[in-house]
């Protein structure tokens, strides 16, 4: 199937709702209908605020979390939308993939 993945980034300490701020945008947009959702905890990055690392003797330090879906143009248009409407401190990226389910797949 032909598809969109959006990639959502965000503050791994950022707040939603009394929630941390990926695991309620996991939750909300499961409630809308989406399959499925992942969240990826980074090691290491930089960007528009500064070099962020996270090593053994730093676990506190404040570094992104990346919230991942996949699905069809309209189903990606609308966690766009949630993401605007709620005015999230995040930046995303979306890119045109083909994906597929095989057979006994998770």
Not at 9 to 30: A, C, I, N, P
Not at 76 to 91: A, G, P, S
Not at 95 to 105: F, Q, R, T, V
Request: net charge neutral; charged share 25%.
């Amino acid at each position: 199937m032909k598809g969109v993945c959006l990639e959502v980034y965000m503050s791994e300490f950022s707040t939603r709702k009394d929630s941390s701020q990926y695991q309620w945008l996991l939750e909300t947009v499961g409630r809308m209908g989406l399959k499925g959702g992942t969240a990826f905890k980074t090691l290491a990055g930089f960007g528009r605020d500064h070099v962020q690392r996270k090593i053994f003797h730093e676990l506190t330090s404040n570094i992104s979390v990346v919230v991942q879906f996949v699905g069809t143009e309209l189903e990606i248009q609308r966690i766009v939308k949630l993401l605007v409407d709620e005015k999230l401190n995040v930046f995303y990226t979306k890119s045109p993939i083909e994906y597929e389910a095989l057979e006994g797949a998770f």
